[in-house]
């Protein structure tokens, strides 16, 4: 007991020290008020969307924003201890400025009532109409952004392997949680079992696999699985800008999954099922800038007698769709500006909060 206690204080003493010195640091200065982007954020509890508040703040800070979060020892505690991803708004350096004095002129303000966690809400029970709402998009893992690889220069070559490539954790107690909810998709163990039935399926442990190995490796279904090869962080895009596609898996209880933002920002082409197709927004198009399947049985049908028969013209095609898809609503400049854009309309902001998001569906 003793033991706790002194931990306890030991934490609230390092916390307060942190906190102080947050206070003291004075922002960089700016040409002009009137020139500085700036967001003030004003949300009392943004413990519900955990890794999704950090993504959304960063965003800002990426598209070139002071990100000011005035707030008081209690909050800043929260953040700092609660959850890994949001006390990462404080681990570095540059992101949060708590010290709102001298605020710019012109400021976005974003508040709790503006934002949702019924993520899903628009499309169990509104059709999937949007016209009134907005939804921060799915991103990269928060660590890419973290340890500034989400933008990383790689090249993208235009001769890939014809192949379709998929990675991650195929853990089959935490990935049929999926089951248990409202979502239809087929999880991600269930793709896994099928296609390792097929002739085609290929399992590597290592780059070294994948290298200029297109005799062996075009038309075939290439799968990184983390319990024989776990890619590191940041090889993983150079991985995916090899593949003319990228199967989609579900996450563990919703479809969406960062895998899939990650697969765009290099033009791999989404193999993705209609469902998980439908829950990105905008909804990704068939053979516009995804190649959709309907089930199980259908992903089969794609893969024996149509997914490696497109022409160098319709991948290139796909694969720009793919790059402007990711530009325009996945980076960080364009999701801020379609963002601000809903805000300034006053339409209502859905932002995830992974089981708290899945529970409203339930």
């Known amino acids: 007991m003793i033991l706790k206690r002194t931990k306890q204080l030991k934490t609230l003493f390092s916390d307060f020290v942190s906190y102080r010195d947050k206070k003291k640091k004075k922002k960089k200065k700016h040409a002009s008020k009137n020139q500085e ?31 000011y979060y005035p707030m008081g020892l209690s909050l800043y505690r929260n953040l700092r201890n609660k959850d890994r991803y949001m006390a990462l708004l404080l681990k570095e350096t540059n992101l949060l400025n708590i010290n709102i004095k001298d605020l710019p002129n012109d400021i976005i303000t974003i508040t709790d009532s503006m934002f949702s966690e019924d993520y899903f809400k628009d499309y169990f029970t509104n059709d999937n109409r949007v016209d009134e709402s907005f939804h921060v998009p799915m991103s990269f893992h928060p660590l890419m952004y973290h340890y500034e690889l989400w933008n990383e220069k790689v090249h993208l070559a235009e001769n890939r392997y014809n192949a379709i490539f998929c990675y991650g954790n195929f853990d089959k107690n935490a990935y049929l949680e999926i089951k ?43 799968f990184a699985m983390r319990e024989n090869y ?112 809903n805000i300034a309309n006053g339409n209502k902001i859905y932002l995830q909060a992974e089981h708290r998001s899945v529970k409203f569906k339930k």
Not at 43 to 65: M, S, T, V
Not at 181 to 206: C, G, Y
Not at 244 to 265: D, Q, R
């Open 180 to 222: 248990r909810t409202s979502f239809k998709v087929a999880p991600r163990t269930e793709l896994l079992n099928m296609l390792t039935e097929s002739p085609d399926f290929v399992s590597i442990s290592s780059s070294l696999e994948l290298e200029d190995k297109k005799d062996i490796l075009n038309k075939k279904i290439v």
């Open 230 to 341: 776990q890619i590191e962080m940041k090889d993983i895009r150079s991985h995916l800008a090899l593949f003319n596609f990228y199967l989609c898996c579900p996450g563990v209880v919703m479809p969406l999954c960062h895998n899939i933002a990650e697969a765009m920002s290099v033009g791999a082409i989404p193999v993705i099922e209609q469902e998980y197709a439908e829950v990105m927004y905008p909804n990704l198009r068939h053979l516009k800038n995804a190649v959709i399947f309907n089930d199980l049985n259908d992903l089969k049908i794609l893969l024996q007698e149509r997914l490696f028969t497109f022409t160098t013209d319709e991948i290139r095609t796909m694969r720009k769709n793919v790059l402007d898809y990711y530009q325009e609503f996945l980076s960080p400049t364009g999701m801020i500006k379609n963002l601000n854009e």
């Open 37 to 67: 982007k700036a967001v003030l954020v004003r949300f009392q509890n943004p413990q519900p969307y955990h890794r999704f508040f950090y993504l959304l703040l960063k965003f800002y800070h990426l598209a070139g924003y002071t990100v």
